[in-house]
């Protein structure tokens, strides 16, 4: 049980996608003015990271390479990245509309979101069984969910504030993520799973 919230705990903030792996930052910069917006946007990309580490490790394991076609990894990753987003897409707009409106673009554009692909991606240089998978994107994503949560937090704080014309919008943004990728930095002497 412990090595499971060790893998938890080492994607979430070791290997902080956002913060560490810098991965998805378009849809940070677009999308992380409210937090509401970045609620939503970081639970569907923690469920879809979710699934598809877990999906793309029964692919991979159990279709690809015993039929010798690890090559196709990355197509194949990106098949199920897609069709999984678009099952969530479907959900969403079912569910609710405020937000399917509020995500707009971004929505689809998980599927390209690299963070995802790289939890399916990393998850192969690691030694881990389809539970450790799923935990290790379950971990991947909820990292990128509250690095993305932290960040619109602070860009609602500083909207009040008065910015430098030339820092405004993703000027600001990009320095608010550095500073806070170096404070991850600190959180990499303590797990390494």
Known sequence: ????????????????????????????????????????????????TAITAALNYLVYNKILLPLGLGYLSFITFIIVIAATVQFIEMVIERISPSLYATLGIFLPLITVNCA????????????????ESFLFGLGGGA????????????????????????????????IIIGIMALAFIGFSGMIRA
């Open 116 to 131: 995802i692909l790289g939890v399916s991606l990393f998850m192969l240089n690691k030694p881990y069984a389809f539970v």
């Open 143 to 174: 990292g990128w969910m509250f690095a993305i949560m932290l960040i619109s937090a602070i860009r609602e704080r500083i909207n009040e504030q008065a910015v430098p014309k030339g820092l405004e919008g993703p000027g600001i943004t990009l």
């Open 1 to 48: 049980m412990t090595a499971f919230l060790i893998i938890f705990i080492s994607a979430a903030f070791t290997d902080n996608m956002l913060l560490s792996r810098f991965l998805g930052m378009c849809s940070v910069i677009g999308l992380s003015k409210k937090s509401d917006t970045a609620i939503g946007l970081g639970a569907a990309v923690t469920f879809v």
